[in-house]
């Protein structure tokens, strides 16, 4: 089994969700290889921290800020507001941008003059 496959598969086989043969596959994998080992480890741990910290979906800003020290917490809800400003910002200046490309605009002078209005693609011009 590659590394690759067993790492989609690590959160199922911590929980439990895998066949019977695909776990045994995985567990055998695990028995040789330390890189997938380190990264099992990792899968386990993060998953009983998020079976320990209830939420309720509606006030999980508060129930993380309980979490985190309160000068931790201020300095980071002020980088996500700042953040949040910066991505309304970059926003607005890509809609000025597509309107800008999308905008129709008038064919140049030499464009005129050599008879490509109309046409998708400069064509060849017989005289």
């Given at each position: 089994m590659r590394c690759s496959s067993v790492a989609d598969r690590l959160a199922a086989f911590v929980d439990g969700e895998l066949p019977q043969a695909s776990a045994e596959r995985i567990k055998a994998h695990l028995a040789h290889c330390p890189a997938c080992t380190v990264e099992l480890e990792e899968v386990s741990r993060v998953q009983r921290l998020a079976t320990t910290w209830a939420a309720?979906?509606?006030?999980?800003?508060?129930?993380?800020r309980g979490e985190i020290d309160p000068p931790q917490a201020d300095e980071i809800l002020e980088l996500v507001r700042a953040l949040e400003t910066e991505v309304r910002a970059l926003r607005a200046e890509v809609a000025t941008l597509r309107s800008a490309v999308n905008r129709p605009q008038a064919p140049s002078y030499g464009a005129r003059r050599a008879g490509y209005i109309g046409s998708p693609q400069p064509c060849l011009r017989i005289v």
């Open positions: 309720d979906g509606s006030d999980v800003w508060n129930s993380l």
